[in-house]
């Protein structure tokens, strides 16, 4: 079964035992962070003792209910230092001036990287958090 | 007062290829309107301005020069001795070399491949001088498997100021192919070794390095804070060489944890390069807005951005030197 296969199957037919101890720990992870933190799957994973992947996939399960939202970060190969971000993957062009290096990067060249993040819509959050202890 | 006639062809020829952020930044300043999508636009509105008496003809001169010597250069400090024998030897020096003196500085014209002096004027309080030559810049083109070459003007100018001894070189960014070869074909270095050699054989002066490193940590521990910066390379006394950045947009990299465990060990430390951001709102009023550069703290270099003007350097190097 693939990966999307089975998040549909499990958004649909409601969250196994698994993912709902996933969510609440993923959720208490996020509760935990200051506001207008950035979010990053691996970092996710490492605090609670998971994959990067499963980290993803409850970011993307609460993204589907409003609390997450991704966004493509494009950073320095050589510094890490952010150069652009974006919401649609799509929208990533093919070269970006790094003032640092004072060069134009390309993540076809592999002179910057994308990677993915999440911020949080702390509203959405206290109340999704809220619902859930009440349950 | 009658305003002198002036053809739009003329206003062009003087913005020439300098890049339109730095024209638009200077109109700015000159609290003038600067919103241009286009080369043509700008040239456009200038002329208009002009036209009207808001603006002269040789104050865009003067303001195109102040660009093309401030612009995106590469400072390297140096120091020389604060002394009357120093204005002497600099007085002998171009004496001996028969070196042609302006009053004022000129803007480049018909750079060439081989560097040429384009002016030096020498006065009581310092000695100002500007060289010219051609690069060429190569760029591939992968879908078409060619190469694409643009021959790109460079400026390099020396500034002495006499009474503090305090010597910039500011070097245009180097490309692929220049007149300064190294080992194996033309190198940065050799562009940047060759000129210290000519601004040295000019005034006669060896030019003392001027390392920033203690600078740089004065300003990056500064409190309340200056500047901010999302990037620093450090190296330590145990052996560490740290390279530490803020992923995190908007946020500065002495936020992190990391870093205020840093300033607390006792670990003897050694700031090597850092870009930063001077803070306008703590420049006291001395800033427009915010300005970057890039400390090469090692190196005694500063790099500024391609719309950066002559009062923004004065600032940051009064914060470095």
Known sequence: MSLATWFKRAIAGGASPRLQALLVDVVAYLESRPTNEEIVPKIVGK????????????????????????????YCGKTEVPLDTFDDLSDVRDGFDCKICDKRHSPSEGTCKVEVYYTVDRDSLGTFAARRSAA | MTIPEVSIEEVRRIIGSFSIESVRNWLKRCELPSTARSRDELAAKIHGQIAKGELTLDGLSVAIIGIEEASAKRTFLYRVPVSPSTTARIEKQLADLHVTLSDRPI???????TTKVVYVVNSTEGLRAKWTEIHTKIEADRIKRQFKETKVPKSIVLIINKMTGLVQLRCDKPEDEHSHPGPNGPTDDAYFAYFREQAENLTGLPFEPIDLRTSLE????????????????????????????????????????????????????????????????????????????YIYANEGQVRFDADCYEEEIAYVLSHLV
């Open chain 2, 107 to 113: 803007r480049t014209t018909n750079p060439s491949q």
């Open chain 2, 218 to 293: 004065k300003l990056l521990k500064a409190t309340p804070r200056i500047i901010k910066t999302s990037y620093t390379v450090d190296q330590s006394d145990d052996g560490g060489y740290t390279k530490r950045a803020q992923k995190q947009n908007g946020k500065d990299v002495r936020d992190l944890e990391d870093w205020q465990q840093m300033t607390k060990s006792r670990t003897v430390r050694t700031f090597e390069e850092s870009p930063v951001h001077w803070l306008k709102e703590m420049s006291g009023r001395e800033l427009h807005r915010e300005v970057f550069s």
């Open chain 1, 47 to 74: 605090v609670i003792g998971e994959s990067e992947l499963a980290a993803m996939t409850a970011l993307s399960m609460l993204e589907r209910r409003g609390i997450t939202r991704h966004h493509f970060g494009v």
